[in-house]
């Protein structure tokens, strides 16, 4: 690559950043000028595009250009879908927070969360595409070619978010409106592309990212970075999305290499230690990125002085999922008070807790070792699936199987997958998007429900549980109209 090619490209895209425009909520993150840029060696472009990297994971943890966004960040869309999958419950209403999300009453076009996730995206979108067509083919230098790899799956991280929060699942309609396709930097207005063209960008993003990574002079990364294992793993879920059960299952597997299971007592060590031999991806907090009140364990942990804790806004287990876990589950000790219903399972670190700086996690190997599991028995190969999910469950449960996994085959099989995941994976964020894979029907009323907001029956499609595109988009996108809403 061009030294001067890549300042020329570099000035290019900075000065697209620094315009305004109203589609897409497109907002400039730290600009470097052009003339400083102009002075750098290709070596000091390096830092150049960190500080942009490590913007676009600092708004993991917060929603961009929004006033005073409530429950902000990934990690509370993952709360509102493990809500509204009915997985977690709201003991009451408190201050509101998340209120709506557990009634399922928050897709609506003009509602903050709506407008939350895809502005976020979006924004991180477009510093991704700055850095990408700056870069407009693999580098040869390996600093530059970790960067490109870390971009290129933070673009099909975004995008794979998108379009499972603005769309019905892959495998339902390929061709159905998706959300907007963008890769560069131009802010040109831009209509929906369909499901199948945002999934060809994502698996040519992960296609990039794991070509890049192939290069052993790649230096390993940390697990605060988007490194190998987490394109694999990132790769697993769209590929089990789409269908393609033999890479879901390769792509899980190689994932989870060299990330051990936790034991029991680290499972039960509160989810908030970065070193934990199971986490692939996390997100560190300091005390100028956390959202003290505002953040996940202020929302999920029922022991900490925040919204759960000290409001009692308790965010506990739904009590017929927590009547199927095995008293000898070193689960069922996080989930139960007295033997009803409750959650321990995140706690802030005790020295961190008056701050709020507690790590979040994003990605680990239990993931991987459902998805391996599933995407095997979707294949056909049902006793290496079984073997897979054994791993995890005699991990979990002290060398014993209670579940007797060896005995399970065909939907039964599917079934205790299932299971296990909406158990291990409960406030992770991930129960909707199983659900909907599994087309299950979500009931809350039934006999020993500890749901406070009973709901009437409602299936995994219900067009409650994607959002509509946001008004904001519609009124100044051209290319979007309200002929395009989804209905």
């Known amino acids: 690559m061009k030294k001067i090619k890549l300042i020329f490209t570099i000035i290019i895209f900075l000065f697209v950043f620094g315009c305004s425009e109203d589609f897409l909520d497109l907002e400039p993150q730290a600009q470097v000028t052009p003339e400083q840029l102009s002075e750098l060696p290709e070596s000091k472009l390096v830092g150049v595009f960190q500080g942009k990297l490590n913007g676009v994971y600092g708004f993991l943890q917060r929603n961009g250009n929004i006033e005073r966004e409530p429950h902000s960040g990934v990690r509370s869309w993952d709360i509102v879908s493990d809500m509204m999958a009915s997985d977690i419950v709201m003991t009451r209403e408190g201050y509101g927070w998340y209120w709506d999300s557990y009634k399922i009453n928050e897709h609506v076009a003009t509602y903050r969360r709506t407008n939350g996730v895809w502005q976020t995206c979006y924004n991180q979108i477009y510093t991704l595409n700055g850095i990408l067509e700056t870069m407009s083919e693999i580098p040869e230098d390996p600093n530059l070619r970790a960067i490109y790899a870390q971009a290129a799956t933070l673009r099909a991280f975004h995008y794979f978010k998108l379009i499972n929060w603005y769309q019905q699942p892959y495998m339902e309609n390929a061709d159905a409106p998706g959300v907007p396709v963008i890769i560069t930097s131009s802010a040109e207005p831009t209509g929906r592309g369909t499901v199948q063209q945002v999934y060809d960008q994502i698996v040519a993003d992960l296609d990039a990212a ?278």
């Open 210 to 487: 794991t070509q890049a990574y192939s290069d052993p002079d790649v230096a390993t990364l940390t697990n605060t970075a988007a490194n190998a294992s987490v394109t694999a793993g990132l790769y697993a879920y769209v590929a089990m999305t789409m269908g393609n059960y033999s890479k879901a299952a390769e792509k899980a597997n190689e994932a989870k290499a060299g990330f051990p299971l936790m034991s029991p007592g680290e499972w039960l060590d509160g989810f908030h230690t970065i070193t934990n031999p199971e986490w692939m991806w996390a997100l560190e907090i300091n005390s100028e990125t956390t959202g003290y009140y505002d953040s996940f364990f202020s929302h999920m942990s029922n022991i900490d002085p925040g919204y759960a804790g000290a409001i009692r806004m308790y965010k506990v287990i739904d009590a017929a999922l927590f009547n199927q876990i095995d008293e000898t589950d070193c689960r069922y000790e996080a989930f139960s008070y007295n033997g009803q219903p409750f959650s321990f399972k995140f706690y802030d670190a005790p020295e961190l807790s008056g701050d709020w700086l507690s790590p979040y996690v994003f990605m680990r190997s239990a993931e991987m070792y459902l998805i391996e599991a599933e995407a095997k028995v979707r294949s056909g190969n049902e006793t290496s699936a079984r073997q897979v999910l054994s791993e995890l469950v005699t991990a979990r449960c002290y060398g014993e199987d209670p579940y007797n996994i060896s005995l399970l085959s065909g939907q039964d099989l599917l079934n205790m997958i299932h299971l296990q995941a909406r158990i291990e994976l409960w406030g992770e964020g991930k129960s909707l998007w199983y659900a909907k894979r599994f087309h299950r029907t979500f009931v809350r009323n039934y006999e020993g429900t500890n749901h406070t907001e009973i709901l009437d029956n409602y299936s995994w499609n219900d067009p409650k549980l994607i959002h509509l595109i946001p008004q904001n988009e519609i009124n100044n996108n051209p290319e979007i109209s309200e002929d395009d809403q989804n209905l």
